[in-house]
């Protein structure tokens, strides 16, 4: 799925690679591109925003849609974005002054 119309101010944040290792620069910006996005991909390597999560480790990838302020939107698990993206889009209808 390809997130356009996902305005620049949400971000998209990765603590892993799809191996399980600390995500890297690399894997942000081959994610970003996958995805079409635009906007900021940005890594948490000391798993900060894990820990304000239900994720349990079990399922891979864990991934979260934050809005502006940085409160969780959307937590989901595996390869399809829709669910994370779609929080998003709705976020923003909601709130379109962000």
Same mark, same amino acid.
């Given at each position: !799925? =390809?997130?356009?119309?996902?305005? +620049?101010? @949400?971000?998209?944040?990765?603590?892993?690679?799809?191996?399980?290792? %600390?995500? #890297?620069?690399?894997?942000?910006?081959?994610?970003?591109?996958?995805?079409?996005? =635009?906007?900021?991909?940005?890594?948490?390597? #000391? @798993?900060?925003? @894990?820990? !304000?999560? %239900?994720?349990?480790?079990?399922?891979? %990838?864990? &991934?979260?849609? /934050?809005?502006?302020? !940085?409160?969780? +939107? &959307?937590? @989901?698990?595996?390869?399809?974005?829709? %669910?994370? /993206?779609?929080?998003? =889009?709705? *976020? *923003?209808?909601?709130?379109? #002054?962000?």
């Amino acid at each position: !799925m =390809k997130a356009t119309g996902i305005p +620049l101010s @949400y971000v998209i944040v990765l603590n892993e690679n799809n191996d399980g290792t %600390p995500a #890297s620069g690399q894997t942000a910006a081959i994610y970003a591109k996958s995805l079409g996005l =635009k906007n900021p991909v940005t890594l948490d390597g #000391s @798993y900060q925003t @894990y820990a !304000m999560t %239900p994720w349990d480790g079990a399922a891979r %990838p864990g &991934k979260l849609a /934050l809005a502006p302020d !940085m409160t969780i +939107l &959307k937590f @989901y698990e595996g390869t399809d974005d829709t %669910p994370g /993206l779609d929080a998003i =889009k709705a *976020h *923003h209808a909601a709130h379109p #002054s962000l």
